[in-house]
């Protein structure tokens, strides 16, 4: 079956400009996950999604970044106001409840 | 503070040699491991998941170990071919956070024909 998908696969962007990074998770997967890859700080969380739970949003760095995930399915992360320290490859993930995790391809965020 | 630590950063070895990597974690109210593997600019794949009840797992020439006492997972590779070069990471979620993963730095393997 499909796989979890993203999209742009790559996105350079001006400092100052906003951002959408979008996911698809594997259908029927309850659970969803935003986490960044950079150099400096390796692979770090930054949000999950379970059901229709609050989202845990411990992970993000500042309060230009957010995330939503409409009907239970597809998420977009959002980066307002983009900075050169935000550039990273960001993945998504999803799995079914607590169980293993599935990644997607990543998008490849480079702030000039 | 749940840390995941991997020795080596990078690992080199000839062809056909069998092979352990290395993980520690911190904190015992683990609730599952996972190791992945990354080619370069791709995402993660996962290879195997042990549960917090589960001593092992296998998958092929992958055998995956998790000892919650002592804090430490390995995986083991056999017979390593040219194909396994990739880094590789492991995981650790946790009972009383979420079931967000908390990742290794990771280590690169290099194996040489």
């Known amino acids: 079956g499909a796989g979890v998908s993203q999209s742009p696969s790559n996105k350079v962007t001006e400092k100052g400009k906003d951002v959408e990074l979008r996911c698809d998770p594997i259908?029927?997967?309850?659970?969803l996950y935003w986490y960044r890859q950079s150099l400096g700080q390796g692979l770090e969380f930054l949000i999950y999604f379970q059901g229709n739970s609050a989202p845990d949003k411990s992970g993000l760095p500042s309060d230009r970044f957010s995330a939503e995930r409409t009907g239970g399915s597809v998420s977009t992360l959002t980066i307002q106001r983009t900075q050169q320290e935000d550039s990273a490859v960001y993945l998504c993930a999803s799995s079914r409840s607590y169980n293993e995790q599935f990644f997607g391809p990543g998008t490849r965020l480079t702030v000039l | 503070k749940q840390e995941v630590t991997q020795i080596p950063a990078a690992l080199s070895v000839p062809e056909g040699e069998n092979l352990v990597l290395n993980c520690s974690f911190t904190d015992s109210a683990i609730y599952n491991l996972q190791w992945f593997r990354q080619d370069p600019g791709k995402g993660l794949t996962s290879l195997l998941l042990?549960?917090?009840?589960?001593r092992e797992q296998t998958s092929g020439r992958l055998n995956a170990s998790l000892d919650k006492s002592s804090g430490r997972s390995t995986l083991y590779i056999a017979a390593s071919q040219p194909g396994d070069s990739a880094t590789y990471l492991c995981?650790?979620?946790?009972?009383?956070?979420?079931?967000?993963?908390?990742f290794g730095g990771g280590t690169r393997l290099m194996v040489k024909p």
């Open positions: 042990i549960q917090s009840s589960q």
């Open positions: 995981a650790a979620t946790y009972s009383n956070a979420g079931n967000m993963l908390t």
């Open positions: 259908s029927g997967h309850t659970a």
